[in-house]
């Protein structure tokens, strides 16, 4: 998800980050920025550290960057073009599922606008069920938050 973050206080102007990110961390990355607790429940990751100036704590250089973000949508779309998903993007991939299966999945290295599906080729087999079982390991880890 692109992003723009401008808090002059915390955030050292300029900084670009390739990191994944997704709208599931949006509540408690902004809690993180303003040093507030993240309340229990609250859905998604803190990644405020990648963000912060050095000097108050901040761990962006060098920090490891998640090996993959959630993403969802439970909200039905205007038009019900889509049902319900879920699914994880890593730097380089992104894969989606409805309840009832795959949905989609592609190479944003060799496929930046996504025109290629790779769901169910098999030469992607592997690829496919690593990224499904780490969409199924985050959205459980979210459920038990």
Known sequence: MPGIVHYPAA???GVESDMPFSHVDIVPTLLGLAR??????????DLSGHLLIEEQGGVFEGAAHPESVYLQSYTPTEQSEFPPWRGVRTERYTYARHEDGPWLMYDNETDPFQKENLVAKPEHAELEAKLAEA???????????
Request: charge should be positive; proline fraction near 8%.
């Open 11 to 13: 955030v050292r102007e």
């Open 135 to 145: 969409a199924e390991k985050q959205a459980k880890a979210l459920a038990a938050a």
């Open 36 to 45: 507030l607790p993240i309340p229990q429940g609250v859905s998604g990751k």
